[in-house]
């Protein structure tokens, strides 16, 4: 869908029209297979679907059964392929100063390479690899090349402890990791590859390590397992046809805290994955062709590979990555950049967002903005739980109008689920505003029966949703134990407590307690 880059007045939001929405939705939930036959057919296919959905095993809905595709293929070729390949795809700022931007075709070109040479190790479709890496090109480069391979991406955090490495990594079997040497934090280098060979003496499984040459500090080496990245992919060749896989095939695991609503080791399906991270990302942040997302979520969950990766890539959109997130820069510094680069979408962590003004007025408040209705941003996005009145109100006194999108979602929705529509919705402080299309959101008490506006309960999802996560890594049943067969059953458990005001409007009131 062609719009105009940046946040000029002319661009069309994908949805305005509040009836349309209203209609769409009711059709999502009245005839299922019809809506999301319509929606897939957006991203490009390798081969057809035969059914929509098979939901007769409860708790383990398969989506576009007998379909085939490529997620690579979808976020990188069908772009070159409509000439489209100069348009900038990735666009890197270093913490030392480093700029770096890949166009289109040149990320395909470097995919291809490290999925090809990924292939030459011996890596198999259906094999995890650890993604060890901060927010850089060679973070995408891995994870879509695996995706071209498909083998599964196991994302992990480059600043993660030892400990939780080698937890993550031996809960997912992966043979294959790829890390870099170092990364830079406030113009000072910090180690990533050393952190990781700790974890590794651990870990004898992982057979081949990769490694980016980042910050060309001295690193613990293994002759015969690790390898640089520059030279593994400069032995193969930059051409290949990409497979088609099941649509059911595993595209990554994402670990979370372990709490009732985000457990750890969730695999997610290829085809409803991407799907419903496109969709999210064109109707919650607005995001087309030819717009700038700049990334500020980190390198690790569900919502940075939904929205930072396979989303804004499948919708042709550019990425904004900085090296370090909010949370290691004062807020005077990374709003001024903001400032600078003026995006059509921020996409920043609540706690960063407070730090960031506390750190900005702090500093005088020179660097915040350029004052009322000169929002840096076109759309807002704001993750981690919604955001009180007060939070939003400091925002506004600084940038005056620009959407607000600020709502609830987990590692094991995959995207947003409860949140405003970009097009559609004023901000309302601390209410998910509305469903997105196929959500059915109920609050229930502890034996699924719905309660009165009023009453506190516990909120599902009374529908299959394409985004879901799929299972629990090695353990597919305790992943159905966990949000299938709670309060009553037979609906998706979120792990959150909400209520419906007298109007019937949805709020969250935080996570359900142990």
Partial sequence: MHRDSGQGGDRVPRLRDESVYQRMYAESLRDPDVFWARMARELRWIEPWDAVLDSSDPGRSRWFVGGELNAAHVCLDQHVELLEGGRRALAFRGDDGEQRTLTYTELHVEVVRLANALTKLGVAAGERVGVHLPQAPEWVIALLACARIGAVHVVLDPRAAAAQLCERLLDSGARTVITVDGGFDSGRPYDVKAVLETALLATPSVRDVIVVRRTERHVPWVNGRDRWFHELVAEVADTDTPRAFPAEQPLAITYGDGGPSDPRGL????????????????????????????????????????????????????????????????????????????????????????????????????????????????????????????????????????????????????????????????????????????????????????????????????????????????????????????????????????????????????????
Avoid: M
Avoid at 448 to 462: D, F, P, S, T, Y
């Fill in 267 to 514: 695999v997610h399906a290829t085809a409803g994955f991407l799907l419903a991270g496109y969709l999210s990302t064109q109707y919650h942040l607005d995001l087309g062709e030819g717009d700038l997302l700049a990334w500020h979520g980190g390198a690790c969950g569900a919502a940075a590979l939904a929205y930072g990766v396979y989303g804004a890539l499948a919708s042709g959109a550019t990425v904004q990555l900085r090296e370090t997130g909010p949370d290691g820069t004062r807020g005077s510094t990374w709003l001024a950049e903001l400032a600078s680069s003026r995006p059509s979408v921020a996409w920043i962590p609540r706690r960063s967002l407070a730090h960031g003004f506390d750190d900005a007025e702090n500093d005088g408040g020179q660097n915040v903005g350029g004052g009322k209705r000169d929002a840096p941003w076109r759309v807002l996005a704001v993750e981690g739980g919604p955001c009180a009145p007060a939070e939003r109100d400091r925002v506004r006194e600084h940038f005056g109008h620009f959407v607000w999108v600020d709502g609830w979602g987990s590692d094991a929705t995959g995207t947003f689920v409860l949140a405003p529509l970009s097009g559609l919705d004023a901000f309302r402080a601390g209410s998910p505003l509305r469903p997105f299309f196929g959500i059915d959101p109920r609050v229930v008490d502890d034996r699924g029966r719905e309660v009165a506006n009023g009453v506190v309960g516990h909120l599902v999802l009374a529908r299959p949703w394409p985004g879901f996560a799929v299972s629990e890594w090695g353990d597919p049943r305790g992943f159905v134990a966990a949000h299938w067969s709670r309060h009553g059953g037979g609906h998706f458990s979120t792990g959150v407590r909400a209520h419906r005001d007298a109007d019937g409007e949805l709020w969250i009131d935080g996570p359900e307690r142990s």
